[in-house]
């Protein structure tokens, strides 16, 4: 059974930066689409940034491109999203998702294509 444990939300001001990591535990390859998704209230979940640990480009959201930095330990089974130049739009709850297939830009942020979830953690960004 996989599990996705994330970590590293909280509160900053904006401009301000976090990094969140999820560890992934119950695969038995080296290689899945790993990443990020975040939901407001009221809202529908969106992918943020997702990347491949088998290699590959990252896949990031207009809204954070350039901001968000997406990547994955060496240890292959965790994966960080450095977020920077927070803004207040960017608040919400964040969620690791995982599944074995390779990323692929047509469905990469598709809340359907992934079936392993973590619990969340919150990012509040106050102005």
């Known amino acids: 059974q996989v599990e996705l444990v994330e970590s590293g939300g909280g509160s900053v001001q904006a401009g301000g930066s976090l990094r969140l990591s999820c560890v992934a535990s119950?695969?038995?390859?080296?290689?899945?689409?790993m990443g990020w998704f975040r939901q407001v209230p009221g809202k529908e979940r969106e992918g943020v940034a997702m990347i491949y640990t088998g290699g590959g480009s990252p896949y990031y959201a207009d809204s954070v491109t350039g901001r968000f930095s997406i990547s994955q330990d060496d240890a292959w089974n965790s994966v960080h999203l450095q977020m920077s130049s927070l803004k207040s739009e960017d608040a919400a709850t964040y969620y690791c998702a995982a599944r074995r297939s390779k990323c692929d830009s047509g469905s990469w942020s598709i809340v359907t294509q992934f079936d392993s979830w973590g619990r969340g953690t919150q990012v509040a960004v106050s102005s």
């Open positions: 119950g695969y038995s390859d080296r290689r899945y689409c």
